[in-house]
């Protein structure tokens, strides 16, 4: 791939408050780059230093990195700990009584769980899945809905060395039995329903069908939290209830001492071709990363009440609700439901009653919720906030702005935190009392990552130019092995063209003439048009910039001439246009475009939905927008789909 062109500028630069800054941990620039100089001086030491004084450890280490068998990184691997002692024992003394989770039901019922009651429901659990077998090392599927119990079960694994592998509750049957074969599970932990948006979900029953498939012969016993009144069907040598497993079960647990480089957790993600890789992250290396990132990214203090809104289903649910926010010993919100129930001002409502001080969400959630009401933030008090992050997705400058001004009172840094299930915690975002903010770019990396972009040949390309986002050092939070593909590992992540040295993201990114970056997308979903090489994200920045748009992904399709044509999937603000209007719109929003980044840039087709084709955790579903574009029967899986009616109103042309 030769370099990419950049066409996205936006040139509005937000610092932190003098307040802000003097408060913050990280305060100023200064202390920003000082520890970067460390890192870069003395990357080992660096590390050494954070991991001695982050974690508690049984048995202290005395060896930073192994290298020997690279890609396969060991970190601080003679050392010995326990990851839920580190999330709940070691709090106990100082704060047994402070509050762990404010859980809030999909109803709109509020319970809270201090860190000693957490504590004691995770060792109570701990030792329910002993008294079934479950030992060190044994892989635990969880599929269940966001709640304590949810955090309590990821929490007991890690107690006694077991392996959580969590499936997101919105996943089928197929998707269930997948994870369960690859991983060997033996116990499945499940709830007979979950509830959102005042709808039940049928976990309980998937699961039923999913062990019913073949494939699924390992699992010997599948506990069900009973989290509604809903019956569920029962196999008596198979199924036992939660409560009944921990009716008898002391309330302390020894932990497991586990070595640094054990298994904390299989979770899978999928890549652009075969099936979901099992992404198997360490114990310390991954637990560093969670807190550490953490206290440096959101500015944790004691006494923030910290919200997520991210399921555990997740990479952001493991990292920033189940082991970040604990092993810190925080306050979170934990929310079952979903934005829009019982109406759109739910996230408002709920940062105004708990008193949220740093809210982290996603993109296609504050997109969405601009579209249903963007005035309703201004009826509620958020003076509470004062950070506010963003994930899973570049977030336009509209959104962005509309987020800092309607919701953060023009008061709050925006963290826009780019990462992955593979990088374990935060990779790119900035430090809110340090790094001035910019509108659509997650900024500068955290201090010891060495992020870069780099050409096919992985020499670093200039400001301004697209390339393939690297990391050029290993880093202790980084994915150890595919789960029974090691092969796999190597090939994707540490590829032979950068002769095995650097860990491929697989995104596509540039940086401007401050180092900043801008993700353009996944490598894959880069357009070539006419010879430029556009990232399908600026485009879809442009659209998203007219005031018509509320959404829009953009693809290729072949073109004999231009090599690539852009083809734009538009979401309206107002309804879905038809007919003439659709026609109208479309000749409108092609040459916005044109204007906004140049002819180069015009799409083609433009098609209009009421929504685009989601994964349940918000991702555009490329590949099958990729079949439509080309007029292409659609054969793909469409299982993990949120919405697989609005495939039709796609396929249809102007
Ligand atoms: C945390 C998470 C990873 C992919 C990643 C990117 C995209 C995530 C951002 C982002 C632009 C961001 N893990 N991505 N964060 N793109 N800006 N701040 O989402 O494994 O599910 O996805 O998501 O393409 O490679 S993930």
């Known amino acids: 791939m030769s370099t990419l062109e950049s066409i996205l500028k936006e040139t509005r630069s937000f610092p932190p408050s003098d307040d802000f800054r003097h408060k913050a941990t990280v305060s100023g620039m200064e202390a920003y780059n000082a520890l970067c100089e460390q890192a870069n001086s003395q990357y080992l030491s660096f590390w050494e230093k954070l991991a001695r004084e982050q974690i508690s450890w049984k048995q202290p280490f005395t060896r930073v990195l192994d290298d020997s068998q690279a890609p396969f990184f060991k970190w601080f691997d003679d050392g010995v700990l326990n990851v839920s002692y580190n999330c709940l024992d070691r709090h106990l003394a100082t704060q047994s009584d402070k509050t762990a989770i404010i859980f809030e039901a999909d109803d709109g019922e509020v319970s809270r769980v201090s860190y000693a009651e957490l504590h004691r429901r995770v060792c109570r659990f701990a030792n329910g899945l002993k008294s079934l077998g479950v030992k060190k090392g044994d892989r635990v599927v969880v599929y269940m809905p966001m709640g304590v119990e949810a955090v309590v079960t990821m929490q007991a694994c890690a107690r006694i060395g077991a392996i959580h592998s969590v499936v997101f509750g919105g996943f089928s049957a197929g998707a269930v ?56 069907a029962w196999d008596a040598s198979r199924d036992i209830w939660w409560h009944e497993l921990i009716a008898s079960q002391p309330e302390s647990c020894e932990p497991e001492w586990m070595n640094a480089e054990d298994p904390l957790f299989i979770l899978y993600t999928s890549g652009s071709t075969g099936k979901p890789k099992g992404i198997q992250h360490s114990s310390a290396g991954y637990l560093l990363g969670a807190i550490n990132s953490f206290r440096w990214v959101f500015d944790f203090k004691p006494d923030d009440v910290y919200w997520c809104t991210a399921d555990v289903g997740w990479i952001t649910g493991h990292s920033y609700v189940c082991y970040g926010p604990l092993g810190n010993g925080a306050t979170q919100v934990i929310f079952e439901g979903v934005p829009t129930y019982p109406d759109a001002s739910r996230f408002w409502r709920m940062i105004e009653q708990h008193k949220v001080s740093i809210f982290y969400t996603a993109p296609t959630a504050i997109r969405s919720l601009i579209k249903l009401g963007a005035d309703l933030p201004k009826q509620f008090d958020l003076s509470s906030l004062r950070v506010l992050g963003t994930v899973g997705e570049p977030i336009n400058p509209e959104a962005w702005i509309w987020y800092y001004e309607t919701v953060g009172g023009g008061r709050c840094p925006i963290v826009d935190t780019w990462w992955q299930t593979e990088t374990g915690s935060a990779m790119i975002a900035p430090l809110p009392g340090a790094v001035p903010t910019k509108p659509g770019s997650c900024t500068l990396p955290l201090p010891g ?63 401007d003439e401050n180092g900043y970056f801008w993700i353009m997308g996944r490598i894959d979903d880069v357009l070539n048009v006419s010879g430029h090489r556009l990232g399908t994200m600026e485009i879809e920045s442009a659209l998203v910039a007219n005031p018509l748009v509320a959404e829009a992904a953009v693809v290729g399709k072949p073109h004999d ?40 840039a015009q799409p083609d087709d433009i098609r209009f939905g009421e929504n685009l084709p989601k994964t349940r955790s918000g991702k555009i579903m490329r590949r099958l927008l990729r079949s439509i574009a080309k007029g292409e029967e659609i054969t793909q899986d469409t299982s993990t789909l949120e919405n697989p009616q609005i495939l039709a109103q796609l396929q249809q042309p102007l």
């Open 561 to 600: 001439v231009k090599g690539e044509a852009v083809v734009a999937f538009v979401v309206l603000k107002g309804a879905r246009p038809v007919g003439e209007e659709a026609k109208k719109v479309a000749a409108e929003l092609k040459n916005w475009v044109a204007h906004e980044i140049g002819k180069i």
């Open 177 to 232: 039995r997948d994870r369960v074969q690859d991983a060997g599970a033996t116990v499945v932990v499940t709830s007979n329903e979950g509830m959102r948006g005042g709808k039940s979900v049928p976990l309980k029953a998937t699961v039923d069908e999913a062990l019913a498939l073949e494939g699924a012969e390992s699992v010997q016993k599948v506990v069900v939290h009973q989290r509604t009144s809903g019956q569920v």
């Open 449 to 511: 990552i060495m992020a870069d972009i780099v050409d096919e040949s992985g020499a670093q390309v200039e400001p301004g130019r697209g390339g393939f986002l690297v990391i050029k050092k290993p880093f202790p939070s980084l994915v150890r092995t595919i789960w029974n593909d090691p092969e796999r590992f190597k090939k994707t992540y540490f590829p032979e063209e950068f002769n095995g040295q650097y860990y491929l993201a697989g995104d596509s990114a540039n940086r």
